[in-house]
């Protein structure tokens, strides 16, 4: 299993370029996340799904959208990048069967916005 | 704003140590979770308390909860080098983890 994967792994765009970052799981996980990390920071909330069809703001979702394409993938935009957008975008998928609750992260995409 | 935050912000031991972090959060929770972060890369799901539990072990780790305090502490007993990263609590009030802002472990062999 490849677990959760992201891409790209790095990018630098202009401001007011857009672009997406993509995010897939193969553990058959129903709910997927995406935050944001910037230095010395913890992660903050951008978006979740709880399952696949739906989608939620979390606690900084200005400035992007996300599709939520299928069970697997969980996508995030931005429509026009701002320099405050500089950050590494982490995706994590969520399972909490049992007695187990536990997301499993993706290695981050570095984003740097000029 | 974040639920959880983390105390010291950064801890600095010797190997053999014991490190001891602590987490106070605001509102009522499900669970608790402790990640671990190595520099530049996605966290790692160390350990989870119920909200209905007390104290929990694995291996080197034990984490208690005293949610009439709303806080929570990690001890990492006999510390090695490779133990340096970030640690993070997570809260769970409903079907979201929310992120404190970490202790920065570094242990010097």
């Known amino acids: 299993n490849a677990g959760v994967t992201q891409t790209p792994k790095f990018q630098v765009l202009k401001t007011g370029q857009s672009m997406t970052l993509q995010c897939a799981q193969d553990?058959?996980?129903?709910?997927m996340y995406w935050y944001r990390q910037d230095p010395g920071m913890g992660l903050r909330l951008i978006y979740y799904?709880?399952?696949?069809?739906?989608?939620d703001k979390g606690e900084v979702p200005n400035g992007y959208n996300v599709s939520r394409l299928n069970k697997r993938e969980f996508s995030l935009r931005l429509e026009s990048a701002a320099p405050s957008q500089t950050s590494v975008y982490f995706c994590?998928?969520?399972?909490?069967?049992?007695?187990?609750?536990?997301?499993?992260f993706g290695p981050g995409t570095r984003l740097t916005v000029l | 704003s974040q639920q959880g935050e983390e105390d010291p912000q950064a801890l600095s031991i010797q190997e053999g140590e014991n490190a001891t972090m602590n987490c106070s959060y605001k509102?009522?929770?499900?669970?608790l979770q402790w990640y671990r972060q190595n520099s530049g890369r996605g966290l790692v799901h160390l350990i989870l308390?119920?909200?209905?539990?007390r104290e929990k072990h694995s291996g080197r780790l034990r984490v208690t909860l005293d949610t009439s305090k709303k806080s929570s502490s990690l001890l990492i007993t006999a510390s090695r080098a490779a133990d340096t990263a970030s640690y993070f609590c997570a809260t769970v009030p409903t079907d979201k983890l929310i992120f404190g802002t970490g202790t920065r472990l570094q242990v010097f062999p």
């Open positions: 553990m058959n996980h129903n709910s």
């Open positions: 994590a998928s969520r399972t909490r069967e049992l007695a187990t609750d536990t997301q499993y």
């Open positions: 308390i119920r909200s209905n539990e």
């Open positions: 509102t009522s929770i499900n669970n």
């Open positions: 799904s709880a399952s696949e069809g739906t989608t």
